[in-house]
Every structure is written in C-alpha cells, then in structure tokens.
C-alpha cells in the first residue's frame, strides 16, 4: 500500500522560512511527478511547485522567486523550501504524486495535508 507523509508546517512569522518534505512509501519502483498544492479557505485547491523525475521544475508565479521545490528519488521524498513567506501563503499544502508505478500498477496519489500559517 502506498502513502504520503507530510511534515514541516507550522505557524511562522511574514518573511519567515519553512521546509515542507512528503515521503512516499510502499513498493514503488518510480515516480513520474511529485508535487505541492495548497488551498486556502474558500479558494480552490492551486498548484505551488512540481518537479519531474528528471529534474523539470513548475511554479505558480505567486511563488516564484520564494519557493524551491526539490525531490531525492532514492527516497521517494519531496521538499518544499518556503522563504520570505507572506500572509496569503497560508494555505493548508497537500503533497501530490502523479504517475507512481508500483507493485500493483500506477496510480496517482495525495497526500493528507499539511497546515501553513504565516502570521504575526
């Protein structure tokens, strides 16, 4: 059975820095894209940052600048670095897989969401 686990979030002043990282665990033998989402209250769920097994990276342009995102793919693990965070970056950050081939087939997976407050 495969799973994502988040960690990192937590309340953090403006300009303020947090590290996100989701491992993903099972019998998986490869991951196509790994990736962040966030959705704030009210607002509908936005990409942040995805990256490829070969290293392509994609931000949201609110991001840009701010955010890095970088994956181990030994560890199957994804890391978010957020810098210079702002107010309307908090957001609850789900972690999401696409194309993760594993003993059963290849499947597209979420993970259970971790809460990033930016506040003073």
């Known amino acids: 059975q495969v799973q994502l686990v988040e960690s990192g979030g937590g309340l953090v002043q403006p300009g303020g820095s947090l590290r996100l990282s989701c491992a993903a665990s099972g019998r998986i033998f490869s991951i196509n894209t790994m990736g962040w989402y966030r959705q704030a209250p009210g607002k509908q769920r936005e990409l942040v940052a995805a990256?490829?097994?070969?290293?392509?990276?994609n931000y949201a342009d609110s991001v840009k600048g701010r955010f890095t995102i970088s994956r181990d793919n030994a560890k199957n693990t994804v890391y978010l670095q957020m810098n210079s965070l702002k107010p309307e970056d908090t957001a609850v950050y789900y972690c999401n897989t696409v194309g993760l081939l594993h003993i059963k087939g290849i499947n597209d997976y979420w993970g259970q969401g971790t809460q990033v407050t930016v506040s003073s």
């Open positions: 990256i490829t097994s070969g290293g392509s990276t």
